[in-house]
């Protein structure tokens, strides 16, 4: 038995002049969030103060739209950019992606660093425990707006969905075939097909999982890069997995070995950089805080 999804409004606030969507809620909640959780890290380092946290989610936040923005459209739209560059700044139409604003940090970073003096890495491992949660608010403003859905299932899975969002991409499959209408579900005029709510796995593993995991870790002192490491691994392993129940986007389809989406492709580089920095922070072995400590 399949549940239909329940068709949110957009719109959260309606105050007639102004609007406040899901998603940019959503996104005033990651940051927010990710601004206490590092407000709380802080009071167990010297070497982090309030306002330089402040400072820290502030290039942050600009790292994520910017690079995000910038992500999507080189990785996923690069041909539309390419015939119109001003596509860039078309962010009405929506798209951003999460290798393009985790570059787009890296990069924030290496400004912060720059200008506060302390090594990259410091940085990052500080700020990565705090990331997760932001990937959940992101992919729960995925799941209320209907968009990015999974794949058509004949599991019969209890908690599988029919999505009218996807009733062109429905159509299409029933078109090309035919068994499948063993499984239509009836939604007024639109004939949908039971799919994963794959925003809520990734919602799951990106957000609360890997939030858990990395929390965990970076709570006692570990060498420099460490942290980063098992984020940037442990990213590219969830994702690489839930993407066996998202639907690949319709204009890049499954572009490697008839099976591997872009969205795995991307992943990974970051499970062997992951990999690269975990082994390479315990053969360092540098400590930037707790009782390991040995570099000022």
């Not at 007639?16 to 998603?23: F, K, S």
């Not at 994520?64 to 041909?79: A, D, H, K, T």
């Not at 015939?83 to 393009?100: Q, T, V």
Request: proline letters at 5%.
């Amino acid at each position: 038995m399949s549940t239909i999804h329940p068709q949110f409004n957009p719109v959260a606030v309606d105050l007639g002049i102004l609007q406040v969507h899901w998603y940019g809620l959503m996104y005033l909640l990651a940051f927010a969030v990710a601004y206490g959780l590092a407000i709380w890290r802080s009071k167990n380092r010297s070497d982090w103060s309030t306002d330089m946290v402040s400072d820290l989610v502030f290039y942050g936040a600009m790292g994520v739209i910017l690079g995000g923005r910038v992500g999507y459209v080189l990785f996923y739209q690069f041909g539309e950019f390419l015939a119109n560059p001003l596509y860039l700044l078309k962010i009405n139409e929506g798209g951003m992606s999460f290798h393009g604003g985790f570059l787009g940090v890296a990069i924030a970073m290496l400004f912060f660093a720059k200008k506060y003096k302390k090594p990259v890495f410091n940085v990052l491992d500080f700020i990565v425990p705090c990331v997760p949660t932001g990937l959940l608010f992101g992919r729960i403003g995925n799941f209320i707006n209907g968009e990015l859905w999974g794949r058509v299932s004949d599991g019969g899975y209890n908690w599988l969905m029919a999505f009218p969002q996807a009733y062109q991409a429905d159509r299409a499959l029933l078109h090309q075939n035919p068994s499948l209408q063993n499984l239509v579900i009836n939604v007024g005029e639109y004939a949908l097909l039971p799919r994963h709510p794959s925003q809520l796995y990734q919602a799951f593993s990106e957000g609360v999982v890997l939030f858990v995991l990395i929390w965990w870790f970076a709570s006692r002192p570990r060498p420099r890069m460490a942290a980063t490491g098992l984020f940037v691994l442990g990213y590219g392993v969830v994702r690489f997995i839930t993407e066996f129940f998202r639907q690949p986007d319709a204009d890049q389809g499954f572009i490697v070995l008839g099976w591997v989406t872009k969205g795995q492709l991307l992943s990974l580089p970051m499970v062997l950089v992951g990999l690269f920095l975990i082994i390479w922070a315990y053969k360092q072995q540098i400590y930037d805080w707790g009782k390991l400590k040995n570099v000022d």
